[in-house]
Nanobody, 119 residues
């Protein structure tokens, strides 16, 4: 099992910045892709950004140019720097990790951290 613990959410005014962090622990051998998803009230969970252990990055179009994902493979952490935040970025943000071990692929999720963008 992989445990993911997020931190860094909160309330910020439009145009402000927040940084989310996520630390993985447990059976971390075999973790490949890590990233962030978000879910706003009444909406489906959607991809925000992912990064592989080789450094390949995917961003949702709505956050490209404003958010930056980074990863420290040695510390098993992934971070999301969010700048120029908009009210529509308000959501619960979830850290995710994919692990491949013995040909089995498993996905793990953190408990989520609330990000609220409001004046």
């Amino acid at each position: 099992q992989v445990q993911l613990v997020e931190s860094g959410g909160g309330l910020v005014e439009p145009g402000g910045s927040l940084r989310l962090s996520c630390a993985a622990s447990g059976s971390i051998f075999g973790i490949t892709t890590m990233g962030w998803y978000r879910q706003a009230p009444g909406k489906q969970r959607e991809l925000v950004a992912t990064i592989t252990n080789g450094g390949s990055i995917v961003y949702a179009g709505s956050v490209k140019g404003r958010f930056t994902i980074s990863r420290d493979n040695a510390k098993n952490t992934v971070s999301l720097q969010m700048n120029s935040l908009k009210p529509e970025d308000t959501a619960v943000y979830y850290c995710c990790a994919q692990r491949i071990f013995s040909s089995a692929k498993s996905n793990y999720w953190g408990q989520g951290t609330q990000v609220t963008v409001s004046s």
